[in-house]
């Protein structure tokens, strides 16, 4: 397939629309690999080419029939849409229609038509040339960016343009709003998933044409209006009332503030002060039921400081470094409410906005930890609620306890089918059910349940191995996020320091249940083995919001 484009941004291949347009010849490329098609690529770029203005002399029809009386590149230009199959205008919104460079290179394929008044098929019925060539079979593709929030209602003049050139309906197009974000590191994975909804539609288009999910996911807004446009304005880094420049700290931060989710506004206003550390420079961040404000002066009452190298924080909202990570390393510290960075996804788009759609990628348990249907998440109640019906109801009747902990776990992955299930909750219904077996075959309760501690134990110890995920990493993911959360440093750490404390608690339980079950106190083992785990139970609690802020408060 021979494919040429006609950038007309003045910016080249630095512009916005040329990362669509480098993207829908991946798609391309990908389409036709392993078909034995060759993919060749010709450009020129209006910028750097030397393509003059018509005279309008009209010397290409009468003096020269099909030759311009300009020698400049534009012989070139012809030459290749000649050569084309796809011929692919990729072009920045100028004015509501195509830059003056394009427009100049446009108006010059005048030699390209004849002379005479008659439209060829498919074009718009208001009068036309026919073609000096034969161009039956060559396609065309139009790629624009704009400006604005959306390419709704903004491209009339284009489409017009493109309807009397090549016929209504008979080229493809992508017009996408907010094009500016492009360039914007910050937000590189919301503009890098609609890059990559570009590149499917190229890959569609060789195969036989955009698929119309495809074509939904292109017609998406980047971000919401409300979002962009402030976004965009605070992006000037002009102050509204005085015009002058602000400071690239307080530009950025204002940019960051314009990503809050009032959605998710908590009930309370929120202050998030940025202490931007190398720069010495403080903003605060007011995140309110209507929206978000940045304050200049510190006069509100601080929620959550975060205290930063402005470098810092710059790569962790290019993407560059995980905010976790970071966090894990020093590189930042927070002081106050460390809740806030908890949620930090919930509050703030960006990096961490397309959740929705990385977690779908993620279903079926991405890490190979999880299995089963993933509509909801793990759930502790498959992992103890089998343990407890055995503890609870075997110590009271042997016989009709084993066989309501078998009953239980059986039941429990039924009940929950719609959770994901983890090893630990497949290595608990075997276990149980294996030592109710054992005690419904006359194995003594002095060996069962110290035996079935050991195997809890030993359940959560292993866990602990190597570089495995610690157990209770599995279901209080769900509290941080999903399994994204594995990937935190910070609270893997948290996370381990708990499992190897309810490690150690479990492997000491059938030690002295043995010993109080052979004495004459032994009916106290159950009371011992409850009250010491809500103890702990309590001490996790706090624990894990307590360890990760300290950490963050770098003491
Ligand atoms: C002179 C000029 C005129 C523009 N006119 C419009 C316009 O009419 N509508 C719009 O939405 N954006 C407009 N824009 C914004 C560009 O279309 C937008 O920034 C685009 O993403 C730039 O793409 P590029 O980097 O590929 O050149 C204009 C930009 C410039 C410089």
Redesign the pocket.
């Known amino acids: 397939m021979k494919i040429f484009v006609i950038n007309g ?3 080249g291949t ?5 990362r669509l347009t480098a993207a829908f010849l991946e798609g391309i490329r990908q389409g036709l690999s392993g078909s034995g098609e060759e993919v060749a690529v010709k450009e020129t770029q209006t910028a750097r080419a030397d393509v003059r203005p018509c005279l309008g002399c009209f010397s290409c029809w009468k003096k020269t029939p099909g030759k311009c009386c300009i020698l400049d590149d534009m012989q070139e230009v012809i030459e290749n849409i000649l050569w084309a199959d796809v011929i692919l205008w990729s ?6 229609t195509v ?1 003056g460079g394009l427009k100049n290179l446009i108006d010059r394929q005048l030699p390209m038509v004849l002379p005479f008044m008659s439209e060829r098929e498919g074009q718009t019925g208001n009068g036309g040339h026919p073609s000096r060539y034969d161009m039956s079979g060559k396609r065309t593709v139009v790629i624009s ?4 929030y959306t390419a709704q209602g ?1 491209y009339d003049g284009v489409k017009s343009l493109f309807d009397h050139l090549c016929g209504k309906g008979q080229y493809e197009a992508i017009f996408c ?1 907010q ?2 974000l ?2 914007v590191p910050a937000l590189s994975q919301r503009t890098g998933e609609y890059l990559g909804y570009v590149e499917t539609a190229g890959e569609e288009y060789v195969k036989g044409g955009i698929g119309e999910k495809t074509r939904e996911k292109l017609s998406e807004l980047l971000y919401s209006r409300e979002v962009f446009e402030g976004w965009a304005d605070a992006s000037w880094g002009v102050d509204r009332e005085s015009g002058e420049k602000e400071p690239k700290a307080l530009i950025f931060t204002r940019q960051m503030a314009m990503l809050y989710r009032k959605e998710n506004y908590p009930g309370k206003d929120l202050v998030l002060e940025m202490h931007y550390t190398d720069l010495d420079e403080c903003y605060q961040i007011v995140l309110g039921k209507d929206g978000s404000k940045v304050l200049t002066d510190g006069s509100a009452a601080t929620t959550t400081r975060i205290e930063t190298p402005y470098s810092v924080w710059l790569s962790i909202a290019a993407g560059e470094i995980r905010g976790d990570e970071a966090l894990a390393k020093r590189l930042y510290k927070v002081k106050g409410d460390f809740s806030l960075m908890m949620n930090w996804d919930a509050y703030f788009s960006g990096q961490g906005d397309q959740k929705e759609t990385a977690g779908s990628e993620k279903q079926g348990g991405g890490n190979g930890i999880c299995f089963g249907l993933p509509a909801k998440g793990t759930s502790w109640i498959l992992l103890l609620g089998p343990w407890m019906v055995f503890w609870i109801a075997a110590g009271i009747d042997s016989r009709m306890g084993s066989l309501l902990s078998i009953g239980a776990a059986a039941l429990l992955p039924l009940l929950f089918y719609a959770h994901k299930k983890t090893i630990y909750d497949m290595m608990t219904g075997t276990m149980v059910a294996g030592l109710s077996v054992a005690a419904l075959m006359g194995v003594p309760e002095r060996i069962v349940l110290p035996l079935s501690y050991l195997c809890f134990g030993l359940m959560w110890a292993g866990s602990c191995l190597g570089k495995s995920v610690p157990l209770t990493a599995f279901y209080s993911m769900n509290d941080y996020g999903g399994e994204d959360a594995l990937l935190n440093p910070l609270f893997m750490k948290t996370n381990r320091i708990l499992t190897v404390m309810w490690s150690v608690l479990y492997l000491l339980t059938p030690i002295w249940t043995y010993f109080i079950m052979g004495t004459e106190i032994g009916y106290l083992a159950g009371a011992v083995n409850s009250v010491l785990p809500m103890a702990m139970g309590v001490f996790t609690a706090w624990f894990r919001k307590w360890y990760p802020a300290k950490v963050a408060r770098g003491d």
Request: aromatic letters at 28%; glycine letters at 16%.
């Open positions: 941004s003045p910016r630095a512009g916005n629309t040329y072009f920045p919104l100028y004015y509501f830059p960016t704009c400006g604005f903004n709003g094009g500016e492009f360039r």
